[in-house]
């Protein structure tokens, strides 16, 4: 008895419901990212096999580049608002609140404080340029860091009534002795407990 052959029929899916998926998945990633703020100065972090990530809020971070030059930069713009308050009240500096705005935006910076007016008036471009910013003096004649350090917590203190973590982020190129007086500047204060921000490594 002869078989009956089934004709064959081509088979077509209809992509148009998923075209629309990911034309919204790309469209909500677009606009929930944030850009990602150039760097200060480029830091080449030495290498770990140490897979620790730093605490998501409650941050300060102390940069410390080839050469010596210190970095210091709040996390959250609300409490960097606040630190500059407490530093203006120190130094006698006056900033009004389209300076203060600006600096809520500015993740780290570098410049002694009698310098800060002119900094915050630049754009975020110019800012970054070679030279611009020399870093924060953090000699015994005039440590600037140390008082960044103290405001810095004592507004966390105030704003969000926690205690802020501390990171160092040092240059691999960058002498061990630079570093430790970093150290120094926060065991002063107490601050026994500091990350060390590394680049990670293979096995």
Same mark, same amino acid.
């Given at each position: 008895?002869?078989k =009956?052959?089934?004709?064959?029929?081509?088979t077509?899916v209809?992509?148009?419901?998923?075209?629309?998926?990911?034309?919204l998945?790309?469209?909500?990633?677009i606009l929930?990212? #944030?850009?990602?703020? !150039?760097?200060i100065v !480029?830091v080449?972090?030495p *290498?770990?096999?140490?897979?620790? @990530?730093?605490?998501?809020?409650?941050?300060?971070?102390?940069?410390?580049?080839?050469?010596?030059k210190?970095?210091?930069?709040?996390?959250?713009p609300d409490?960097?608002?606040?630190?500059?308050?407490?530093?203006?009240?120190?130094?006698?500096?006056?900033f #009004?609140?389209e300076?203060k705005?600006?600096?809520?935006?500015?993740?780290?910076?570098?410049? !002694? =404080?009698?310098?800060?007016n002119?900094?915050?008036?630049?754009?975020?471009?110019?800012?970054?340029?070679?030279?611009v910013?020399?870093?924060? !003096?953090?000699?015994?004649l005039d440590?600037?860091?140390?008082?960044? =350090?103290r405001? *810095?917590?004592?507004?966390?203190?105030? =704003?969000n009534?926690?205690? /802020?973590?501390?990171?160092? @982020?040092?240059?691999?190129?960058?002498?061990y002795p630079?570093i430790?007086k970093?150290?120094?500047?926060?065991?002063?204060?107490?601050?026994? @407990?500091?990350?060390?921000v590394?680049? /990670?490594r293979?096995?």
């Open positions: 008895m002869a =009956v052959k089934m004709s064959k029929k081509a077509a209809d992509m148009t419901a998923m075209c629309d998926v990911a034309f998945l790309l469209t909500f990633f929930t990212a #944030t850009a990602k703020q !150039p760097e !480029p080449e972090t *290498a770990s096999t140490v897979q620790v @990530k730093l605490p998501e809020s409650d941050l300060a971070i102390i940069t410390i580049a080839n050469g010596g210190v970095f210091f930069g709040v996390k959250a409490v960097r608002i606040k630190t500059l308050e407490l530093i203006s009240e120190q130094y006698k500096l006056s #009004t609140e300076e705005k600006r600096f809520s935006l500015m993740e780290e910076f570098g410049v !002694p =404080v009698n310098q800060l002119g900094l915050i008036k630049l754009s975020s471009t110019d800012r970054n340029n070679e030279g910013q020399i870093g924060i !003096p953090h000699d015994s440590n600037q860091l140390k008082e960044w =350090v405001a *810095a917590r004592n507004a966390n203190a105030e =704003v009534e926690k205690q /802020l973590n501390f990171a160092i @982020k040092g240059d691999a190129k960058e002498q630079e430790k970093i150290m120094d500047i926060l065991q002063e204060q107490k601050v026994n @407990k500091f990350n060390l590394t680049g /990670l293979g096995e």
